[in-house]
């Protein structure tokens, strides 16, 4: 005589499917394995038989709910690994099962790998999209609808879960590439992600840890136009136009930045007060001489002459940028001296080139010339 069982496939509470009762005839090979499988209790021998079933009957309308079984067996069995391989088989089979993703992002975070995290956290928020975003079905009963209505809900707190675990990852591991490669994952699935503000002073040194300037310094100017930016930031930027780019405006630009910040910001929360003022001093000399050169390159040389004065107090024992500021201020006080014909400024012209020349700089051969050809052009008392 044959029996039938019916067996429900109701893949996942993220998404609505309708129940399919399906008739299993226990008398045929792949009726009975179902039932087989469904009535035993050691993982073990059910992973085995599950995977026999997909083998076997890879058409069958049961495979669904027998990959569906697969992931979390796998998981008691201690394999997690095995666990993710069919995780991802039934997802391609099931691409809206936002349940079993999250699910399988556990499992990931579980094994404490930033790649796994990242690649399933990914998958799992594309699942979730994609349930959220699936037409919505007609429906005969209202608590089926209703019953939709919470898987909605459901899929779209797995989405913002999947966004945590790539900003989780991303705060917890040391390595600058896997910090990174998070980053970047969460800014593409989710560009307005409430995370990514978060974690960009961190992003930012793991691109200069990473030896990857240009993404630094891009990573510095979207801060700046969202104003999330730091002195650090403003200072690489700064620094990455004077050096690199050669770029005049754009220095002024991150340099008078990097200075209106200083002058009004506070300790970090954690940084002690003194170590705080070190830097902002150190920082602050940068920023005024970055500004300073960036006047005199575009001669402005009384807005020079005003800026590079303000930077002698903060850069007094970095030989290299007094030599650079002596040089500039020698060069701006030179220009306004000989057109209006200031000896005031013409003295002040030599007394910063002969400061110059006395340091062993790139300026040094330079400033001896103009300070000799202003010393036979000028007589000074």
């Known amino acids: 005589m044959k029996r039938a069982i019916s067996l429900v496939l109701l893949l996942s509470a993220a998404v609505w499917l309708p129940a399919q009762d399906i008739e299993i005839d226990t008398t045929t090979p792949e009726g009975a394995l179902l039932h087989q499988i469904g009535v035993t209790e050691n993982p073990e021998e059910k992973a085995m038989m599950l995977e026999q079933f997909i083998k076997q009957y890879p058409d069958h309308e049961g495979v669904k709910w027998v990959l569906a079984q697969l992931p979390p067996v796998y998981v008691e069995l201690k394999q997690p690994e095995k666990s993710l391989e069919w995780c991802e088989k039934l997802l391609e089979k099931v691409p809206t099962d936002s349940s079993s993703a999250h699910s399988c992002l556990k499992t990931a975070e579980g094994l404490e790998d930033p790649e796994l995290v990242r690649k399933w956290a990914v998958i799992t928020y594309k699942a979730a999209k994609a349930a ?65 503000p978060t974690l960009t002073v961190q992003v930012f040194l793991a691109y200069q840890q990473a030896g990857n300037l240009e993404q630094a310094v891009a990573l510095a100017e979207r801060a700046v136009a969202e104003g999330q ?68 390159t575009q001669k402005k040389y009384a807005t020079a002459d005003k800026t590079l004065r303000k930077a002698l107090p903060y850069i007094r024992d970095n030989a290299q940028l007094l030599a650079g500021a002596y040089f500039h201020l020698g060069l701006a006080n030179y220009q306004m001296g000989s057109k209006s014909g200031n000896a005031k400024m013409l003295i002040a012209a030599r007394d910063f080139f002969k400061k110059c020349a006395a340091i062993n700089s790139p300026f040094r051969a330079q400033a001896r010339k103009n300070l000799a050809a202003i010393e036979s052009q000028y007589r000074f008392r």
Request: charged share 30%; no cysteine; aromatic share 12%.
């Open 132 to 196: 959220v975003e699936a037409p919505k079905p007609e429906f005969e009963y209202e608590e089926d609808e209703e019953e939709w209505k919470q898987g909605i809900e459901f899929a779209k707190q797995v989405g913002q879960y999947a966004e945590w675990s790539l900003y989780n990852a991303a705060v917890q591991t040391q390595d600058p590439d896997q910090k990174i490669k998070l980053y970047e994952a969460l800014k593409e699935i989710k560009p307005d992600s409430k995370h990514l």
């Open 229 to 296: 930016a730091n002195e650090d930031m403003l200072l690489v930027a700064a620094d990455y136009y004077l050096n690199k780019k050669k770029d005049t405006a754009k220095t002024l630009e991150y340099a008078t930045r990097l200075v209106n910040y200083l002058e009004n910001a506070q300790p970090p929360e954690g940084v002690p007060a003194d170590a705080w003022e070190k830097k902002k001093k150190a920082s602050l000399g940068l920023g005024y001489w970055m500004m300073g050169v960036s006047y005199s």
